[in-house]
């Protein structure tokens, strides 16, 4: 079993940055692929950026440039740096870990461990 915790969230205006944080248990953080998606009210769950095996990183289309998904294996925590915030930025943002690197990175059904969720507002 993986838990994840994360931090860091709140209330920026726009143009400006954040630091999510994301805290994995489990002796094996190395090995996990780790992901962050998003969501806005009335919205589904979105793709937002994944740090995958080999050390490679996808992001979706509206951050690339943007947001960067860095991860510390000796810290155990994977974060989401986000800059040039926009107000569209904002929603909940939720931390993910899977132990499978087959499939998609974007998608949400084939990750199998979730964090609680931290909010993101973006004031325009």
């Known amino acids: 079993q993986v838990q994840l915790v994360e931090s860091g969230g709140g209330l920026v205006q726009a143009g400006g940055s954040l630091r999510l944080s994301c805290a994995a248990s489990?002796?094996?953080?190395?090995?996990?692929?780790m992901g962050w998606f998003r969501q806005a009210p009335g919205k589904e769950r979105e793709f937002v950026a994944a740090?995958?095996?080999?050390?490679?990183?996808y992001y979706a289309d509206s951050v690339k440039g943007r947001f960067t998904i860095p991860r510390d294996n000796v810290k155990n925590t994977v974060y989401l740096q986000m800059n040039s915030l926009k107000p569209e930025d904002t929603a909940v943002y939720y931390c993910?870990?899977?132990?499978?690197?087959?499939?998609?990175?974007?998608?949400?059904?084939?990750?199998?461990?979730w964090g609680q969720g931290t909010q993101v507002t973006v004031s325009s």
């Open positions: 993910a870990a899977r132990t499978y690197y087959t499939g998609s990175y974007f998608s949400k059904y084939e990750y199998e461990y």
């Open positions: 740090s995958w095996s080999g050390g490679s990183t």
């Open positions: 489990g002796r094996t953080f190395s090995s996990y692929a």
